[in-house]
């Protein structure tokens, strides 16, 4: 596969607005393993080559387990993730999948038991974010190293 345009070379100031919100998102609160989780699951659901591999690597260094990593495409069928974390899993995939979703009433109501307003505000941020840089990069065909 080839790349098509590197967006950071052709549109510089657009692509620093959306790294300067990304930066805001980080810096919200959420805990660290969760955004990793959700980065890459959106990413999977996405099938960004790319933002998997970049977000796999950082969840390993950040300390995130192998078997969490590669278990996360059934995350509904292990023990290995908590309450809070599958709560905003299937947060993720809904909202990565809204046009199919519309977000159902019985996900937010699960959500929100785990996170309040404010942290689901967050959360549903962090999912935008990915998103946005998932379209980002499967729309310019970024590629990814091959290590």
């Known amino acids: 596969m080839q790349s098509r345009i590197n967006p950071y070379q052709v549109?510089?100031?657009a692509m620093k607005g959306l790294v300067d919100f990304e930066n805001h998102v980080h810096a919200l609160g959420l805990e660290k393993s969760l955004l990793g989780l959700v980065k890459l699951r959106a990413s999977q659901i996405n099938g960004c080559a790319?933002?998997?591999h970049m977000h796999g690597k950082e969840a390993r260094a950040g300390g995130e387990t192998e078997e969490r990593i590669y278990l996360l495409d059934a995350w509904r069928e292990s023990p290995l993730y908590s309450e809070r974390e599958r709560a905003a899993l299937a947060w993720t995939e809904a909202v990565t999948l809204v046009s199919e979703t519309h977000v159902p009433d019985a996900v937010y109501d699960e959500v929100k038991e785990h996170f309040g307003g404010e942290e689901l505000v967050k959360l549903t941020l962090l999912v935008a974010t990915i998103n946005?840089?998932?379209?980002i990069a499967i729309g310019f065909r970024a590629v990814h190293p091959n290590s």
């Not at 946005?132 to 379209?135: A, D, G």
């Open 50 to 52: 790319f933002c998997i």
């Open 132 to 135: 946005s840089w998932n379209r």
């Open 11 to 13: 549109a510089p100031d």
